[in-house]
Nanobody, 125 residues
Framework: EVHLVESGGGSVQAGGSLRLSCVVS????????LAWFRQAPGKERERVAR????????HYADSVKGRFTISKDNAKDTLHLQMNDLKPEDTAMYYC??????????????????WGQGTQVTVSS
């Protein structure tokens, strides 16, 4: 069974930084994609960053490009999201998620089928 457990959320002022972590266990796919999603109240869920297991290729949403960095520590089975220059609009519940990768690309956001419980990030102005 796949388990994803996030940590590292909190409250920070605009311009500050936070680092989210997600410990992944039980994932046995030969190729997989790991991603960070976020959802603010009343808004659609947004995939902010993803990383492919085969080559560590990454992709970011335009809203976080240049400010957020996704990475994984294979030795510790941990996914990270370094968030710098945070803005009030980054306030949301952040979730890590995993999906099977059938090829060199990552699946659609709707095809991620393993999720963590979420960690809250609040950015004040």
């Amino acid at each position: 069974e796949v388990h994803l457990v996030e940590s590292g959320g909190g409250s920070v002022q605009a311009g500050g930084s936070l680092r989210l972590s997600c410990v992944v266990s039980g994932l046995t796919y030969r190729r997989s994609c790991l991603a960070w999603f976020r959802q603010a109240p009343g808004k659609e869920r947004e995939r902010v960053a993803r990383i492919h297991s085969s080559d560590d290729s990454t992709h970011y949403a335009d809203s976080v490009k240049g400010r957020f960095t996704i990475s994984k520590d294979n030795a510790k089975d941990t996914l990270h999201l370094q968030m710098n220059d945070l803005k009030p609009e980054d306030t949301a519940m952040y979730y890590c998620a995993a999906a099977l990768a059938l090829g060199p690309g990552c699946p659609l956001a709707s095809d991620y089928n393993h999720w963590g419980q979420g960690t809250q990030v609040t950015v004040s102005s």
